[in-house]
């Protein structure tokens, strides 16, 4: 279980941090030849893992999931896919969220269209964590971004690229949301869930670490959804430097 933990804060921390590097890169094509690259790279070690049902396959099918997930996040955070924008009339619950949906829509129906193909490939899978990991990841950010929308204290736009910094107009400050308990209780409850399967004394050592790596990831989601609660800033994980709080944008939750 220590190992798992390590394993996800590591992958998790030092994702971000790459990904906050790479989108400082101006030119798209470079970005987008990452993107590709770790997109292929990521899905082939998923499928070539599929049918290892060791602890070692494990472990290289959720960095795989991450994997393919910052490759997404890459094309979003450069602006390479987004959505349009929208001539906005009024600022009713309506109005605001048919804008933000097509703010975005491109790389949601990549990202609906990637997690269909992942269940397609790996559903029947003797090692199906790349697809738990990417749904995970999906699941945690469609969390976020509502909660973002809805109304959230702690809105850290530091976070966002010039190229999607005009996304940040959709956020909305507030103290409180009607979803923000119905999130954090979610992602509480299927943190302890997946933290008693890996607990089990009688989980075999690979289910016990598919458990693991899940609870891990899933218990730092739940973390960055309270930290939009906080005037903490994110980030200050990645930085020494003093930063001013006014967004959290979380990875896996990112994008």
């Not at 619950?93 to 269909?116: D, F, M, P, Q």
């Not at 790596?213 to 309270?226: N, P, V, Y």
């Amino acid at each position: 279980m220590a190992l798992a933990a390590i394993f996800t804060i590591l992958v998790w921390w030092g994702s971000t941090q790459a990904l906050r590097w790479l989108v400082r890169i101006p030119s798209r094509w470079v970005l987008n030849g990452v993107a590709l690259a770790l997109f292929a790279a990521s899905l082939t070690v998923a499928h070539l893992i599929s049918g290892e049902k060791d602890v070692a396959g494990v472990y290289m099918g959720f960095a795989a999931g991450i994997g393919l997930w910052a490759a997404h996040e890459i094309t979003f955070l450069s602006g390479t896919v987004v959505g349009f924008e929208v001539k906005v009339r009024g600022t009713g619950l309506l109005s605001r969220t048919y804008a933000a949906v097509c703010a975005i829509l491109w790389h949601e129906l990549v990202l609906i269209a990637t997690l269909v193909g992942l269940s397609v490939l790996f559903w029947s899978a003797a090692n199906p964590i790349p697809l738990c990991t990417f749904a995970l990841l999906y699941v945690m950010r469609a969390s976020a971004k509502v909660n973002l929308f809805l109304g959230a204290r702690n809105l850290c736009t530091e976070f966002l690229p010039a190229h999607v910094a005009h996304l940040a107009k959709h956020f909305r400050k507030a103290p409180l949301n009607p979803l923000f308990g119905f999130s954090v209780l979610a992602g509480t409850m299927a943190s302890a869930f997946l933290l008693r399967a890996a607990l089990d004394p009688t989980a075999e050592p690979a289910s016990a670490a598919f458990a693991a790596l899940l609870a891990m990831l899933t218990a730092l989601g739940t973390l960055e959804h309270w930290l939009m609660l906080t005037p903490l800033s994110p980030l200050s994980l990645w930085s020494s430097q003093p930063t001013r709080v006014t967004l959290a944008r979380p990875l896996g939750a990112a994008g």
